[in-house]
């Protein structure tokens, strides 16, 4: 287990780094740069910015110093406002976090239940409209979904305040950002409850005269739950990671709206720390996720 661990942070410390060149060398190969504006600077300004951020070195120069300087901890300041970026993602991510940990717990816990009332219940009409939802959900984007949310219950409704910053209004885009991922994981329950409830100890526990309720939950749905939990870890990042679209529709002000705001305003420091903290979560998520299938079914070899 402990080999693992190190051979998979080592090379979860290799992804990141690749993550960062791409997206370094290709921030830098779009034309333009973070001071243009409409009104020209002029000359010596520009060149007074550029050499105070080292924008005027050739860009491999640049990436060098950018790293050297984040492994002293220094992730920048803002190109736009002057900000220090760790600041920055102190204050945004908090609201950030917030709203994918209950997006991902809700998505987790309906969709656990649905997928298990569809498998027990299948070919029934609960289990035909259950399908008939998740297939429409996992079709729709959650920016789209979002969209009539937002135009649902807080335009023609008024049930909500519209665009309103903060922790204050989370239930629109918690929804919003849970119907997908709850969608596939019904999806997924229901075929791994399926199949687990075929397997021959659930015959022999039947056959045994354990209880129904027992032979469902504590053996069928705990076997079932294993590619649930494959799913789980990468889909808890990609909510934190992915939440940048339904951030910038409901103002909720976390750190996706803030990279959004990055990349509009071509803000280079902002961007390669945003890009460098969501990366970092992805891969720990799914380090997490593999350890967590060891201790769910100990029969799983991690090599």
């Given at each position: 287990?402990?080999?693992?661990?190190?051979?998979?942070?080592?090379?979860?410390?290799?992804?990141?780094?690749?993550?960062?060149?791409?997206?370094?060398?290709?921030?830098?190969?779009?034309?333009?740069g973070?001071?243009?504006?409409?009104?020209?600077?002029?000359?010596?300004?520009?060149?007074?910015?550029?050499?105070?951020?080292?924008?005027?070195?050739?860009?491999?120069?640049?990436?060098?110093?950018?790293?050297?300087?984040?492994?002293?901890?220094?992730?920048?300041?803002?190109?736009?406002?002057?900000?220090?970026?760790?600041?920055?993602?102190?204050?945004?991510?908090?609201?950030?976090?917030?709203?994918?940990?209950?997006?991902?717990?809700?998505?987790?816990?309906?969709?656990?239940?649905?997928?298990?009332?569809?498998?027990?219940?299948?070919?029934?009409?609960?289990?035909?409209?259950?399908?008939?939802?998740?297939?429409?959900?996992?079709?729709?984007?959650?920016?789209?979904?979002?969209?009539?949310?937002?135009?649902?219950?807080?335009?023609?409704?008024?049930?909500?305040?519209?665009?309103?910053?903060?922790?204050?209004?989370?239930?629109?885009?918690?929804?919003?950002?849970?119907?997908?991922?709850m969608?596939?994981?019904?999806?997924?329950?229901?075929?791994?409850?399926?199949?687990?409830?075929?397997?021959?100890?659930?015959?022999?526990?039947?056959?045994?005269?354990?209880?129904?309720?027992?032979?469902?939950?504590?053996?069928?749905?705990r076997?079932?739950?294993?590619?649930?939990?494959?799913?789980?870890?990468?889909?808890?990042?990609?909510?934190?990671t992915?939440?940048?679209?339904?951030?910038?529709i409901?103002?909720?002000?976390?750190?996706?709206?803030?990279?959004v705001?990055?990349?509009?305003?071509?803000?280079?420091?902002?961007?390669?720390?945003?890009?460098?903290?969501?990366?970092?979560?992805?891969?720990?998520?799914?380090?997490i996720?593999?350890?967590?299938?060891?201790?769910?079914?100990?029969?799983?070899k991690?090599?």
């Amino acid at each position: 287990m402990l080999k693992y661990i190190v051979k998979r942070v080592l090379l979860a410390v290799l992804t990141v780094l690749v993550i960062s060149m791409i997206t370094f060398f290709a921030m830098n190969a779009i034309p333009g740069g973070p001071f243009n504006k409409e009104k020209a600077v002029n000359a010596a300004t520009m060149a007074a910015l550029q050499e105070r951020y080292n924008l005027d070195k050739p860009v491999p120069v640049q990436y060098v110093l950018y790293m050297k300087n984040l492994l002293h901890g220094e992730l920048g300041v803002s190109l736009k406002n002057g900000r220090e970026i760790s600041a920055i993602i102190g204050e945004s991510f908090p609201l950030s976090a917030q709203l994918g940990i209950m997006a991902a717990l809700f998505a987790i816990f309906f969709g656990i239940i649905l997928g298990s009332v569809a498998a027990l219940m299948r070919n029934q009409l609960p289990d035909r409209l259950i399908v008939f939802f998740t297939t429409l959900i996992t079709a729709m984007p959650s920016f789209v979904i979002a969209t009539v949310l937002l135009y649902l219950f807080c335009m023609k409704l008024g049930w909500f305040p519209a665009f309103t910053a903060g922790e204050n209004n989370m239930v629109l885009p918690v929804i919003a950002l849970m119907f997908s991922p709850m969608a596939y994981i019904t999806r997924l329950t229901k075929t791994s409850m399926l199949d687990a409830l075929n397997q021959d100890y659930i015959r022999t526990a039947r056959a045994k005269g354990v209880p129904q309720m027992k032979v469902i939950f504590l053996h069928g749905l705990r076997n079932a739950l294993i590619p649930v939990i494959t799913y789980v870890g990468p889909m808890i990042a990609g909510i934190l990671t992915g939440s940048m679209v339904v951030e910038t529709i409901f103002n909720i002000g976390g750190l996706g709206s803030k990279f959004v705001a990055g990349i509009t305003n071509r803000d280079y420091t902002l961007i390669m720390a945003t890009t460098i903290f969501l990366a970092t979560i992805m891969v720990i998520a799914n380090l997490i996720t593999d350890i967590v299938y060891k201790v769910v079914d100990p029969r799983i070899k991690l090599d």
